[in-house]
């Protein structure tokens, strides 16, 4: 059973940073792909940042040249530095990583609000 903890979430001012973190229970590099995604109120959760085990990276549009993704297998940890938050980055953020099936964690809250 794989478990995937995130950390790092809270209030930031419009225009700040945060970094989040996801703690995985097992290797990190034998998942085909570890990501980030969002859950706005009200709506469907997607996809924000993604890596695949060669480190091939894939992010939303919404996000590019704000966010990126990193990893460290030392510590089996992922994580998504969040640069120049906007009011319409608040949401939950959830790590998930990708075995063929899918893994998620509980979530984190950023709020981008001054």
């Known amino acids: 059973q794989v478990q995937l903890v995130e950390s790092g979430g809270g209030l930031v001012q419009p225009g700040g940073s945060l970094r989040l973190s996801c703690a995985a229970s097992g290797n990190i590099f034998s998942f085909y792909s570890m990501g980030w995604y969002r859950q706005h109120p009200g709506k469907e959760r997607e996809l924000v940042a993604s890596?695949?085990?060669?480190?091939?990276?894939n992010f939303a549009d919404s996000v590019k040249d704000r966010f990126t993704i990193s990893r460290d297998g030392a510590r089996n940890t992922l994580y998504l530095q969040m640069n120049s938050l906007k009011a319409e980055d608040t949401a939950v953020y959830y790590c998930?990583?990708?075995?063929?099936?899918?893994?998620w964690g509980k979530g984190t809250l950023v709020t981008v609000s001054s």
């Open positions: 998930n990583a990708d075995r063929g099936i899918p893994y």
């Open positions: 890596i695949t085990s060669v480190g091939a990276t």
